[in-house]
Nanobody
């Protein structure tokens, strides 16, 4: 089983940037595809970005060109660099290990002036 802990959320103005990090413990991190998902109030959880074990990436259309997912297998971390943030990016962001189904507890991102 993989344990995931997110950090880095907060309040930011439109156009600003935030970097989310997810630390994984308990299993062979480097072999897993990892993803960032988000859930806004009243909406379903949606995929934001996914990175495979060989560093292939996939992004939701709504964040392409603004968000970058990356991983550091030596540190067992996956990060999400979020730039040019918009109010509609406001949500709880979750880290997810696709192979095991594990989820982090989530971190709140609020984009507001």
């Amino acid at each position: 089983q993989v344990q995931l802990v997110e950090s880095g959320g907060g309040l930011v103005q439109p156009g600003g940037s935030l970097r989310l990090s997810c630390a994984a413990t308990g299993s062979i991190f480097s072999s897993y595809a990892m993803g960032w998902y988000r859930q806004a109030p009243g909406k379903q959880r949606e995929s934001v970005a996914v990175i495979t074990s060989n560093n292939s990436t996939n992004y939701a259309d709504s964040v392409k060109g603004r968000f970058i997912i990356s991983r550091d297998n030596a540190k067992s971390t996956v990060s999400l660099q979020m730039n040019s943030l918009k109010p509609e990016d406001t949500a709880v962001y979750f880290c997810h290990a696709l192979a095991t189904g594990s989820w982090g507890q989530g971190t709140q991102v609020t984009v507001s002036s």
